[in-house]
């Protein structure tokens, strides 16, 4: 999926949700040691902050050159990189090596990875025992009955242009495979994704930056069909009450949590 959020890269950063910083510390107090940590798919690096709070190194990679120009610095927080052409065996040396990792985690992002080759590159790096992989998306905002009820008509629209991929994202995850032992304690285990709430305030024009982050939104307009028409975007700001409106939205989150299997 390379190049698949590049066109819309500040869309999608301006946008999308802050991710509760005790998510951060509920994954933290699960593994016994905060050595290193691995984000996949980190984007701009939203994740990998909130994991270099809890672990003294944290390594952040994408496939997205785009993506990793607009990283934000941390002194704990190594971008890197990592084309789909690159060998497994340089993936794993530029982590740490096997059995080095403490913490694996994959934000808003997993879906979209090859998992027949993502997750033997889990076994391998994760430490053993001890080390754990979270993944986690979201759905929402959840703003008003008028707004909703408007952004579902949309998201039909859309239908056509998503990738088969993300249909594991819109059912939440309880679709997604995920061959790992659960680490109990309510975090989620494959088919039983934990739900988590993300709260937000959010303003008319980030809500539809929000809607032009979307994949699909993306790969239409490549097509010629331009999805958020400015009727469609009449609608919207109606139903928000005007564009200086700043509403309390909600986010559902999504989490699966586990270690290697022994």
Partial sequence: MAGLFDKQVEDYLDARPNYPLQWYSMLAALTPHHALAWDVGTGNGQAALGVAEHYEQVIATDISEAQLKRAIPHSRVKYLHTPLSLPEEEVVKLIG??????????????HWFDLSTFYPLVNRLLKKPGGVIAVWTYKGPTVSPAVDSLTQRFYFTTLPFWNERAQNAVDGYKTLPFPFESVGLGMGSEGHPVSLDMEKKLSFEGFLRMLRSWSAVATAKDKGVHLLSEEVVKEFETAWGGREVIASVTYKGFMLAGKVKL
Wanted: hydrophobic letters at 50%; one cysteine or more; glycine letters at 8%.
């Fill in 97 to 110: 090596g096997e059995c080095s990792v403490d913490l694996i985690t994959v934000a808003q992002a997993v």
